[in-house]
T-cell receptor, first 116, second 113 residues
C-alpha cells in the first residue's frame, strides 16, 4: 500500500516556466487536497477536491490550477511560475469529504519547489 | 472561520524534561483538533486527534493532549523528552463546515542533550 505518492520530490524552475506536481493515492479516497508550507506560515490550503470531477479553491489558490479526472490522481499545475511560489508542497487525502471526524488524513512526503 | 495559534515558534527542552507545546484555537462550532509532527524532509504524521470522545487524548510516541473548552486550548505534552522528539509540530483545527484543516504556524522542538 503506497499511500499518497508525490512526484517530483525536488524541482528547480525558472520564472515563467510551467510544471505539474503529481499526486496519486491508492486508497480509493474521495477527498484530496494540496497545501503549501512556508517558514513561519504553517500549511495553507491551495485547492481541494471532494471527488472525481469536482474541485474547489482553498485559502491561497492564485497561480495554481487543479483537475480531478480520476479518483486516484490530483495534479497541481503552475502555469507561469513565480519566485513567490518557492515552497514545499504537500498533497493529502482522506476517505470521505466533509467528514474529518473518524477520517485520518494522509500526507505525501512533500515536493520541494524552487523558482529562480 | 476557524484559526489556530501556537505559542512559541521554537521551544527548547533538555532530554528527560517535560515537553509542553501550546495551542489555542478559535472555532464557531465544536472543533476537531489535531497535532501533527514533521521530521526533517518528511511529510506530516498524525500524532493524535480530539473528536469529542474524551478530553484527554493519548497519541503515539508517548504524547498526549488535553482539550479544555473553557480555555479554548489543546496543549501537547510528553513527560520525558527524547532526542528523537526533535521535529516541527503543528496544531490544526477543522470543523463541519470546512473541507480542510487550518494549521498553526508550527513549533520547532529542540532537545538539548
Amino acid at each position: 500500500n503506497a499511500g499518497v505518492t508525490q512526484t517530483p520530490k525536488f524541482q528547480v524552475l525558472k520564472t515563467g516556466q510551467s510544471m505539474t506536481l503529481q499526486c496519486a493515492q491508492d486508497m480509493n479516497h474521495e477527498y484530496m487536497s494540496w497545501y503549501r508550507q512556508d517558514p513561519g506560515m504553517g500549511l495553507r490550503l491551495i485547492h481541494y477536491s471532494v471527488g472525481a470531477g469536482i474541485t474547489d479553491q482553498g485559502e491561497v489558490p492564485n497561480g495554481y490550477n487543479v483537475s480531478r479526472s480520476t479518483t486516484e490522481d490530483f495534479p497541481l499545475r503552475l502555469l507561469s511560475a513565480a519566485p513567490s511560489q518557492t515552497s514545499v508542497y504537500f498533497c493529502a487525502s482522506r476517505l470521505r469529504a466533509g467528514q474529518v471526524f473518524g477520517n485520518t488524513i494522509y500526507f505525501g512526503e512533500g515536493s520541494w519547489l524552487t523558482v529562480v | 472561520a476557524q484559526s489556530v495559534t501556537q505559542l512559541g515558534s521554537h521551544v527548547s527542552v533538555s532530554e528527560g524534561a517535560l515537553v509542553l507545546l501550546r495551542c489555542n484555537y478559535s472555532s464557531s462550532v465544536p472543533p476537531y483538533l489535531f497535532w501533527y509532527v514533521q521530521y526533517p524532509n518528511q511529510g506530516l504524521q498524525l500524532l493524535l486527534k480530539y473528536t469529542s470522545a474524551a478530553t484527554l487524548v493519548k497519541g503515539i510516541n508517548g504524547f498526549e493532549a488535553e482539550f479544555k473548552k473553557s480555555e479554548t486550548s489543546f496543549h501537547l505534552t510528553k513527560p520525558s523528552a527524547h532526542m528523537s522528539d526533535a521535529a516541527e509540530y503543528f496544531c490544526a483545527v477543522s470543523d463541519l463546515t470546512a473541507d480542510g484543516l487550518t494549521f498553526g504556524k508550527g513549533t520547532h522542538l529542540i532537545i538539548q542533550p
